[in-house]
């Protein structure tokens, strides 16, 4: 298992046992067994129990996790709607960044000068045909 998940998984843990037990009832134990078994116990996590989680200074990944209980196990049909949507949203944003800075059209066209090249291959005297 990856350090991050091990990681992570030692945060979610710890903000958990901060919850009511109706929040934790919730959660299946088989996913909880899951974080407990993957979780890095050497790792100390600086979670505040008097700040929001918001406030908290956790991983990306813990708070990946906590979204997905969140979604799954506590909110209604209603707040699942709208994360779904803002999920969705969010992974069209990440496609479109990803097609613009992969377009095979473009590729090649923002990371050469050809005016640089040009002189490189005058220096060389590169020859691209021969008799």
Avoid: G
């Avoid at 991983?59 to 996790?65: G, L, N, T, W, Y």
């Avoid at 992969?102 to 060389?124: M, R, T, W």
């Amino acid at each position: 298992m990856s350090d991050q998940i091990s990681i992570a998984s030692a945060e979610v843990i710890a903000i958990l046992k901060l919850l009511d037990a109706e929040y934790i009832e919730k959660i299946p134990k088989k996913f909880l067994s899951v974080l407990e078994k993957v979780q890095d116990k050497d790792y100390k996590t600086n979670i505040d129990a008097n700040k929001s989680i918001l406030e908290q200074n956790i991983s990306d990944k813990a708070k990946d996790i906590l979204i997905i209980i969140y979604r799954n196990y506590w909110c209604s049909e209603k707040e699942k709607q709208e994360i779904d949507k803002i999920l969705n949203e969010n992974e069209k944003k990440y496609q479109q960044d990803l097609r613009k800075k992969y377009n095979p059209n473009d590729i090649f066209h923002n990371n050469i000068n050809h005016s640089d090249l040009e002189d490189y291959i005058a220096k060389k005297d590169i020859k691209f045909f021969k008799k």
